[in-house]
């Protein structure tokens, strides 16, 4: 079964950083998509980037381009979210989530989810 697990969340301050992971059991991360998601309280769940099967491709949400970036390293079959020049509104739960093949802001094409890790930007 597949299961994803999420690390790297914590307390920052505003313009700091945090580098989340993703660690994928069972499935080779080259027939997958690995998407990044966060919802913050009381809003709704928000697609942040997602790499792709190719992994040619790489997508970011508007609001965090240019600050985050998202890699893999097949060998350790894990998914990283570099995170710079945090705000307070990138405050959220973050998840990781795959599917087969390619990416999609719709996190109901997900199959397979992490548990989630919290990130907080606060002075």
């Known amino acids: 079964q597949v299961q994803l697990v999420e690390s790297g969340g914590g307390l920052v301050q505003p313009g700091g950083s945090l580098r989340l992971s993703c660690l994928a059991s069972?499935?080779?991360?080259?027939?997958?998509?690995i998407g990044w998601f966060r919802q913050a309280p009381g809003k709704e769940r928000e697609g942040v980037s997602c790499f792709s099967r190719s992994a040619g491709s790489v997508y970011y949400v508007d609001s965090v381009k240019d600050r985050f970036t998202i890699s893999r390293d097949n060998a350790k079959n894990t998914v990283y979210l570099q995170m710079n020049n945090l705000k307070p509104d990138d405050t959220a739960v973050y998840y990781c989530?795959?599917?087969?093949?390619?990416?999609?802001?719709?996190?109901?094409?997900?199959?397979?989810w992490g548990q989630g890790t919290q990130v907080t930007v606060s002075s």
């Open positions: 069972v499935l080779t991360l080259n027939d997958y998509a």
């Open positions: 989530a795959t599917r087969r093949w390619h990416c999609s802001w719709d996190g109901n094409a997900y199959d397979y």
